[in-house]
C-alpha cells in the first residue's frame, strides 16, 4: 500500500477526519500576520485577563511586545462565574485593545461568547478565542467556521481530549482550517491549584491531531508563583507556544489577578523560554529575537551568565560523549578524527547560525570545539 493511500485511510477511519494527525503528518500551521504558529516556531501570547481602560492595556502590550511577545491577549467580553464580577468593557475593549496591539506591533487574540458577537469582535480581533465554557457552544463553533480569521479553542472545563478535537472538526468542517488549541486545565479533586493543566493532553494531541497546540498555565494553575515553572513544562512537553497573564499592577487587577505576572516577571520567563525551546529543536519566532528590551546592564548580564553556564554544560555534556565513543573507536581500530563527519557537523551548526555570527564564526568556535575534544581523546585512557 503506497504511503499516500495508508494516510487517506487513516484519516477516513478517524472519528474527526479533518483534525487528525494522519490528514497532515507534518503538523499544519496557522498564519497571524507575521506571526506562524506550529511548526518549529514557539509562540507567546501575553495580556491582561481582562482590558481594563487605555493606560492599563497600552502598558501591557509595551511591556510584553519588548519583552518578545509575540501577540497580545486581553478580554473585552468576560465569561465570569459570578454575574457580580466585572464583565468585561465590550465594544469600547475590543477598540482599546485593537489599538494597544497596533501601537505594540502585536497582532491581538480576545474571546467572543456568541455566535451573534463574531462580526463585531472579528473587526477588531485577529484572532477568535472560545473560552472553556464555550467549547462545545455548536452554534459559536459553526459561525467561526465561516470567517476567515483564525480561532483559539480553549479545552472545556471537562471536556475530554475527543470531545475537544470534535469542537475543532466542527469549525474546520464550517470552512475554517484555521484552529489553534489551548489546554487550559481541567476540574480534578485537586483544590491546591484552581485546575489541574493536564500537560497529558498535549502529548496526546500531538499524535492524534495536526492542529498546533498552544498551553495556558495561568488558568492552569490559578497562581502567579506557579505559572513560569508550567510554561517552562509546556516547552518540554512538545507545546507550540504559551498563553500567560500579564499585568502591570497584578494586585490591582479586575479579574484574575492573582494569577497575572507583573511585567518583570513575564521579561525574565521569556527568557527562560528563549533558553528552553533552543535545546528541544524549537526557536522563538523572528519577532521576538528582535525585541530589544530597555536597556538594563544587570539584567543582561545576568542574562548571559545564564547562558554561558548552561552552555558550558552542554559542552561538558558533548565532550563526555565524544570520549566514551573515542574509546569505543579505538577498540575496533578505527580512526578517531574523520574529516567527512567533520564538515558535516560544520554545515549543519553553520545553518543553524540564526544569522547573529556570520556562518563562518560559528564554524571556526565549532572547529575548536572539536579540535580540543579530539585532544581529550588522544590523551584519555
Ligand atoms: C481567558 O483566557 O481569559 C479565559 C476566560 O480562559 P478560560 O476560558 O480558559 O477560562
Ligand atoms: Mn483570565
Redesign the pocket.
Same mark, same amino acid.
Given at each position: 500500500m503506497s504511503s499516500q493511500t495508508h494516510t487517506e485511510q487513516a484519516a477516513r477511519a478517524a472519528p474527526y477526519p479533518l483534525v487528525a494527525r494522519a490528514t497532515c503528518p507534518a503538523g499544519s500551521r496557522v498564519r497571524i500576520g507575521n506571526v506562524e504558529v506550529g511548526g518549529d516556531g514557539f509562540t507567546v501570547i501575553a495580556g491582561p485577563?481582562a482590558v481594563e481602560n487605555e493606560a492599563q492595556i497600552h502598558a501591557t502590550a509595551q511591556a510584553v511586545a519588548t519583552a518578545g511577545a509575540h501577540l497580545l &491577549?486581553g /478580554?473585552a467580553y468576560?465569561?465570569r462565574t459570578s454575574p457580580y464580577s466585572f464583565q468585561g468593557l465590550g465594544q469600547r475593549g475590543l477598540e482599546l485593545l485593537a489599538e494597544a496591539g497596533r501601537a505594540a506591533g502585536l497582532p491581538v487574540v480576545t474571546?467572543v461568547l456568541s455566535a451573534d458577537d463574531v462580526k463585531q469582535v472579528a473587526r477588531h480581533a485577529d484572532v477568535l478565542?472560545v /473560552?472553556? &465554557?464555550n467549547m462545545q457552544n455548536f452554534a459559536l463553533l459553526k459561525r467561526l467556521g465561516r470567517i476567515g480569521k483564525p480561532v483559539l479553542l480553549?479545552r472545556g472545563l471537562a471536556a475530554t481530549i475527543e470531545e475537544w478535537l470534535f469542537a475543532a472538526e466542527y469549525i474546520v468542517q464550517a470552512g475554517n482550517p484555521a484552529v489553534i488549541l489551548c489546554e &487550559?486545565g481541567i476540574r480534578s479533586f485537586e483544590t491546591a491549584t484552581r485546575n489541574t493543566l493536564d500537560l497529558n493532553a498535549v502529548a496526546v494531541l500531538k499524535q492524534w491531531t495536526h492542529l498546533p497546540v498552544l498551553v +495556558?498555565p495561568s488558568?492552569g494553575t490559578g497562581r502567579r508563583a506557579l505559572v513560569a515553572a508550567l510554561a517552562r513544562a509546556a516547552v518540554a512537553v512538545g507545546a507550540d507556544g504559551v498563553?500567560i497573564e500579564v499585568h502591570p499592577e497584578p494586585e490591582q487587577a479586575l479579574s +484574575?489577578g492573582e494569577q497575572s505576572l507583573d511585567t518583570a516577571e513575564f521579561a525574565t520567563l521569556m527568557h527562560d523560554l528563549a533558553c528552553l525551546v533552543s535545546l528541544v529543536g524549537r526557536r522563538l519566532s523572528a519577532m521576538a529575537q528582535a525585541a530589544q528590551g530597555e536597556p538594563d546592564l544587570e539584567r543582561d548580564r545576568q542574562r548571559i551568565d545564564r547562558l554561558d553556564e548552561a552552555l558550558a554544560r552542554l559542552l561538558h555534556e558533548r565532550v563526555r560523549i565524544a570520549l566514551h565513543l573515542g574509546r569505543r573507536k579505538r577498540a575496533a581500530g578505527l580512526p578517531l578524527k574523520v574529516p567527512e563527519r567533520e564538515t558535516e557537523v560544520l554545515r549543519r551548526v553553520a545553518a543553524l547560525s540564526g544569522g547573529s555570527l556570520p556562518e563562518e564564526s560559528v564554524q571556526r568556535v565549532f572547529r575548536v570545539i572539536m579540535d580540543e575534544t579530539l585532544a581529550a581523546e588522544h590523551a584519555g585512557p
Open positions: 485577563c &491577549r /478580554g468576560k465569561p474571546e478565542q /473560552g472553556a &465554557r480553549k &487550559r +495556558d488558568h498563553m +484574575d
